[in-house]
């Protein structure tokens, strides 16, 4: 993305930044909700917004902001008590976060997303109207994973994947990522030696990074963020990651944490969704000719194509697409139920429609909702 200050120019200058802030950032160290560390916060994102950016605030800390109330002494090992602690807690944090930004005239909206809303056409553009809506009424969202109702197979894990899939859903010009690190180093920060990094242009720039987790409060370590700005840069948006305590300079575009730049193509956000933070509910086994179809040609996959079917899925959710060696060379939403599926194999489209009506004229996989997940040469 050609020199080093692009990506934190495009931040000093961005009209639309999507902020986000770990459970750690915003807890006290008895992980209850630190009202002075909210304040600070807003007070860097109030003036932003007065200065006429829109502000998208992605928030972990829902579980956190539960334990007081709960009388729980550490973050529950469980589901289903993480998620009653998410329950109570998510109306402790936005109310927290409504009286801080009430002290500067801003109203703030609460949006609760999971992994289906990111992936499913009609959800997913539900999800990018109401956001849309939210800015226009001049609203700072407040997003959260809906942690009550996530499961563990269907959860973010941690809200840095998901803020950038909220970067590229509202299509903002720039990505804070904020947490209890200043930024990323080249060894563990706490021995001494250890360098920042302060640009990553690509993948070559993190070569022998040693990505820890931190055992605090929150459940993203330098993993997460990572992966997450690749997603965001894959989807054209910069990312500064850096500590909460350091917001002002990073949306000032300072010389602070490190800064991915955005690289070349822009994927839609739900094959971004797809390639990164999806597993697939089934399977499709597809003959040569099939593969070298969709992924050579990037074409629709048709049931001709298919020679088995593995796993219960429902129309809409992800299937992974293997070639005859058994390897996933593809992701993509299925059209049909899986068990609507046997019957279709090995026929054409128009066949199907002649003998079972004009609906099941089809594609099994429409190819804007395939994505390709690595080059494969070796089809035959």
């Known amino acids: 993305m050609g020199d080093g200050v692009t990506g934190r120019q495009r931040i000093r200058e961005a009209a639309r930044l999507v902020v986000k802030v770990g459970s750690s950032s915003l807890t006290t160290s008895r992980g209850t909700i630190d009202v002075d560390r909210v304040d600070a916060l807003v007070d860097v994102l109030a003036v932003r917004r007065q200065a006429g950016t829109q502000i998208v605030l992605v928030s972990s800390g829902a579980i956190a902001a539960g334990l007081g109330p709960l009388g729980l002494r550490a973050r529950p090992k469980d589901l289903a008590t993480q998620q009653a602690a998410a329950s109570v807690g998510q109306g402790v944090l936005?109310?927290?976060?409504?009286?801080?930004?009430?002290?500067?005239?801003?109203?703030?909206?609460?949006?609760?997303?999971?992994?289906?809303?990111?992936?499913?056409?009609?959800?997913?553009?539900?999800?990018?109207?109401?956001?849309?809506?939210?800015?226009?009424?001049?609203?700072?969202?407040?997003?959260?994973?809906?942690?009550?109702?996530?499961?563990?197979?269907?959860?973010?894990?941690?809200?840095?994947?998901?803020?950038?899939?909220?970067?590229?859903?509202?299509?903002?010009?720039?990505?804070?990522?904020?947490?209890?690190?200043?930024?990323?180093?080249?060894?563990?920060?706490?021995?001494?030696?250890?360098?920042?990094?302060?640009?990553?242009?690509?993948?070559?720039?993190?070569?022998?990074?040693?990505?820890?987790?931190?055992?605090?409060?929150?459940?993203?370590?330098?993993?997460?963020?990572?992966?997450?700005?690749?997603?965001?840069?894959?989807?054209?948006?910069?990312?500064?990651?850096?500590?909460?305590?350091?917001?002002?300079?990073?949306?000032?575009?300072?010389?602070?944490?490190?800064?991915?730049?955005?690289?070349?193509?822009?994927?839609?956000?739900r094959l971004l969704w797809l390639a990164h933070a999806t597993t697939g509910r089934g399977r499709l086994h597809l003959d040569a000719g099939a593969v070298e179809a969709v992924v050579d040609r990037r074409k629709s996959l048709l049931p001709a194509g298919v020679v088995k079917v593995e796993g219960d899925f429902a129309a809409g959710d992800p299937v992974d697409l293997c070639a005859p060696t058994g390897a996933v060379v593809a992701r993509g939403l299925a059209n049909y139920d899986a068990g609507e599926v046997p019957g279709l194999l090995g026929r054409s489209t128009r066949e199907l429609a002649s003998t079972l009506g004009p609906e099941y004229e089809r594609e099994l996989i429409h190819r804007d909702d395939i994505v390709i997940l690595e080059p494969v040469h070796h089809h035959k």
């Open 94 to 269: 936005v109310a927290r976060y409504t009286s801080s930004f009430a002290r500067y005239g801003l109203r703030v909206g609460q949006v609760l997303l999971t992994a289906d809303d990111m992936m499913r056409r009609i959800h997913h553009r539900n999800a990018q109207r109401a956001l849309a809506r939210l800015l226009e009424l001049g609203i700072v969202p407040v997003v959260n994973e809906n942690d009550t109702v996530a499961t563990d197979e269907i959860r973010f894990g941690d809200n840095d994947r998901l803020a950038a899939l909220v970067a590229h859903l509202t299509h903002a010009d720039g990505l804070v990522l904020l947490s209890d690190v200043d930024a990323l180093y080249d060894g563990d920060p706490r021995k001494a030696g250890a360098q920042r990094i302060a640009e990553v242009r690509g993948p070559e720039d993190l070569e022998g990074v040693e990505l820890g987790t931190s055992g605090r409060v929150g459940t993203g370590g330098m993993i997460t963020k990572v992966e997450a700005a690749r997603i965001a840069t894959g989807a054209g948006v910069p990312v500064v990651l850096t500590a909460a305590a350091h917001a002002a300079q990073a949306l000032a575009g300072a010389d602070i944490g490190t800064c991915f730049h955005p690289g070349g193509r822009h994927p839609g956000t």
